[in-house]
């Protein structure tokens, strides 16, 4: 096997139209091929060895560089004084110059080298056009093909290049299977030994956010904004919104008419993921009341120097306070920022114990007529008698 180099000049050209590369790229690649297939049939891997090809002729051209010394050691890496000055006239020991060799043609083992430096090049150099083709991408939603399944990794399929989605990125509960289409954010590009990596995600706060940002316009206007989001995907998930224009209700806004534009972004990352939209405001006590929100707070204190809030509730209110598994208020302190402790709002013991005393005070109060009519009913009978013709002999004396 020969290197046809008219037959490599004219493939530079349908390589780049199919790899969708610059040609002067391919072309590079191809010339530091054939610098190392020059380096194995004809000189010395160590050697210095730039190599130009005419496109147009197949013409290949090697240049060596030499040093310019008094007496040579080595053919292969110096030159005499003497040819060096036939070359370039003004040349004198110690320079450094390039050798014009032309070249007619490679042995079988120099083409093979060729060829697997070419793929490789060109493999690199594909990588770093999708690298920076993606990288002005970062993030945007691109729509994906599930190519495949590895244990709890996702590799998606996004055109020119395949994403990957870890499980850390995904949808608590979200099922995914070869040739499913998704919408995924990317989220980085990251340079690894095999190429750069697409990292994507459905599981980000911001894919939440660019979702509502397809689906709400008056973002784009300004009129209303996304301040804080919080997340865990594939339960719930809590906006805090704001408008900028006096009238806008910014949480019908985001909501729609019918709930329209809530209900897409849910069918987007689905169902059972609740999504909370409430008002943000700037004074930290109400927004913790809003973040908190469907729960009815009695009041909040804050403890600005530990970065707590105290959140006290109606009793009827604290499971809704604190979600189920603890979800509405651990959402509600990642969107504000502050540690929330949720309390009932029951009487204090000191007022409870003064209220227990009347109780037991007033137990011997009820008990003492009984007690007073119990020896009466024990009197004898003469007794009776007696007071009887007393009160008789009264009755009549008052006659």
């Known amino acids: 096997m020969e290197l046809d180099m008219k037959q490599l000049a004219l493939a530079v050209r349908t390589i780049a139209e199919e790899k969708n590369l610059p040609e002067e790229v391919v072309q590079e690649t191809v010339e530091q091929a054939l610098a190392a297939a020059y380096r194995r049939d004809y000189g010395d891997r160590e050697q210095e060895v730039r190599v130009s090809m005419n496109l147009n002729t197949g013409d290949v051209d090697a240049y060596v560089t030499k040093d310019v010394v008094e007496k040579i050691h080595d053919a292969k890496y110096d030159i005499s004084l003497k040819d060096a000055q036939v070359m370039k006239k003004n040349a004198k020991l110690g320079d450094e110059i390039e050798v014009h060799e032309k070249v007619e043609s490679f042995g079988r083992v120099a083409a093979q080298t060729a060829k697997q430096v070419i793929l490789q090049r060109l493999r690199e150099a594909e990588r770093e056009i999708i690298l920076a083709e993606y990288e002005d991408k970062i993030g945007t939603v691109l729509n994906g093909i599930v190519a495949r399944v590895e244990g709890r990794l996702v590799r998606v399929e996004l055109g020119k290049a395949q994403g990957i989605m870890p499980a850390s990125e995904q949808i608590q509960g979200e099922h995914y299977y070869p040739g499913q289409r998704v919408k995924v954010y990317l989220k980085d590009v990251e340079r690894g030994q095999r190429g750069p990596q697409l990292i994507v995600s459905r599981g980000s706060t911001e894919f939440v956010e660019w979702l509502f940002r397809n689906e709400v316009p008056e973002m784009e206007s300004g009129a209303v904004e996304i301040k804080k989001i919080a997340r865990e995907a594939g339960v719930r998930t809590k906006l805090a919104v704001n408008s900028t224009v006096q009238g806008v209700d910014p949480v019908g806004t985001f909501v729609g008419g019918h709930g329209t534009r809530v ?13 909370d939209i409430v ?57 504000s920022g502050y540690e929330l402790d949720i309390e009932s709002d029951q009487k204090q013991p000191s007022e409870s114990k003064p209220a227990e005393t009347v109780v037991q005070e007033a137990q011997p109060v009820a008990e003492q007529p009984k007690e007073d009519n119990k020896p009466k009913k024990l009197k004898k009978k003469s007794e009776l008698e007696s007071s009887l013709l007393d009160a008789v002999e009264e009755h009549g004396t008052e006659e």
């Open 279 to 335: 008002v943000w405001d700037d004074d930290i006590k109400t927004f913790i009341t809003n973040a908190l929100s469907p729960t009815k707070v009695t009041r909040v204190e804050i403890d600005e120097s530990k970065h707590k809030a105290t959140v006290v509730v109606p009793e009827d209110q604290l499971s809704i306070a604190i979600g189920k598994s603890g979800q509405n208020v651990r959402l509600a302190s990642k969107i």
């Open 263 to 275: 209900n897409a972004v849910m069918s987007e990352v689905g169902e059972q993921e609740k999504i």
